[in-house]
């Protein structure tokens, strides 16, 4: 069975910092590209952060460069997202997902992931 369990969210005041962590089983993670993405409410679903499945390249949406830092440890099935400097507009459910064949490269599209967990609240409070 394909899962991926999103933790660490919670409520930290502006300025703050959380570790998103991502733990993958039941597929060979190491072959998929991992992406964050979050959903606020009453908005569309915005990709965030993705690192490949090769060489793991990064990349960032602009809203949360220079903040945001994403890494991945295979050995553990796990990525995790370090966000520093929380501003109230990160407010949002994180989801991360899994994509397969983007060649060693992403897709900021939502419908190219093949798995997605249940997501994790993040609450920034200004």
């Known amino acids: 069975e394909v899962q991926l369990v999103e933790s660490g969210g919670g409520l930290v005041q502006a300025g703050g910092s959380l570790r998103l962590s991502c733990a993958a089983s039941g597929f060979t993670f190491a072959d998929y590209t991992i992406g964050w993405f979050r959903q606020a409410l009453g908005k569309e679903q915005e990709g965030v952060s993705w690192i490949s499945s090769r060489d793991n390249v990064t990349h960032y949406a602009e809203s949360v460069k220079g903040r945001f830092a994403i890494s991945r440890d295979n050995a553990k099935n796990t990525v995790y997202l370090q966000m520093n400097s929380l501003k109230a507009e990160d407010t949002a459910v994180y989801y991360c997902?899994?994509?397969?064949?983007?060649?060693?490269?992403?897709?900021?599209?939502?419908?190219?992931?093949?798995?997605w967990g249940q997501g994790t609240q993040v609450t920034v409070s200004s």
């Open positions: 997902a899994a994509g397969w064949d983007f060649k060693g490269s992403y897709s900021p599209e939502p419908y190219e992931y093949d798995y």
